[in-house]
């Protein structure tokens, strides 16, 4: 049976006394029937920012439609809409273990480049957090690259501080790359 879809409320987030999110951005929870859609906007990150993210591009390509609704399961996703378009995506993977359930791993956040500054990425955050707190979780915890500056800038005003950098987190065409490790309270 499919899933039914969710429609998640666009709700506080960005600067304080500041909503500069554009109206018809509709951020929601993804289900299995979103996968093909997914499947694009996430090749997509993977091509243009091969640096900020684990996953790698090309073995992600080589993924059927059925392969990626599988990959789905196990993990949340989340998305936002604009004019019916998926412009934006995240995953938010929670431990079933009880002494690490209060841990959300954000992780594949990916604004397109043409809905970056757009308030795309509030709004999916914003949906995350709500579905995190419904669900137990008291800390987000996430990693982005060292010089990944725009996203840092982005998690810092949404209220996450970095509290360590593991080294060398992901090795690419034989670099390695630190990544800040940033955690929020709920
Ligand atoms: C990271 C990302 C999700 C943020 O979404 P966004 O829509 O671009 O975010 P915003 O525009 O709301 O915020 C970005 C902040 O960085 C600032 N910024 C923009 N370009 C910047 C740069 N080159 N260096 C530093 N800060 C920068 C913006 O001014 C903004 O800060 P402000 O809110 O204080 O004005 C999006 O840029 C993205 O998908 N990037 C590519 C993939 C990626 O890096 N994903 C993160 C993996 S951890």
Request: aromatic share 6%.
């Amino acid at each position: 049976m499919r899933e039914r879809r969710r429609l998640l409320p666009l709700q506080g987030g960005g600067r304080e006394g500041v909503d500069r999110r554009e109206s018809g951005l509709n951020a929601r929870l993804l289900t299995h029937s979103d996968a093909a859609a997914l499947g694009g906007l996430r090749l997509r990150g993977l091509l243009e920012h091969p640096l900020d993210f684990g996953a790698d591009h090309d073995e992600e390509a080589a993924w059927s439609v059925t392969e990626w609704a599988r990959r789905m399961m196990g993990t949340l996703w989340f998305g936002v809409e604009r004019g019916g378009a998926l412009i934006a995506c995240a995953s938010l993977r929670i431990p079933e273990r009880v002494k690490l359930r209060h841990n959300g791993w954000i992780n594949a956040m990916y604004v397109a480049a043409e809905a970056q500054g757009s308030g795309a990425g509030d709004a999916i955050m914003d949906a995350i957090e709500a579905e995190a707190r419904a669900r137990g979780v008291t800390l987000l915890k996430l990693y982005a690259r060292e010089n990944n500056s725009r996203a840092c800038a982005f998690y810092r005003r949404r209220g996450f501080e970095a509290y360590g950098v593991e080294p060398d987190a992901t090795v690419v065409g034989g670099v390695g790359y630190g990544a800040l490790e940033m955690a929020k309270r709920l």
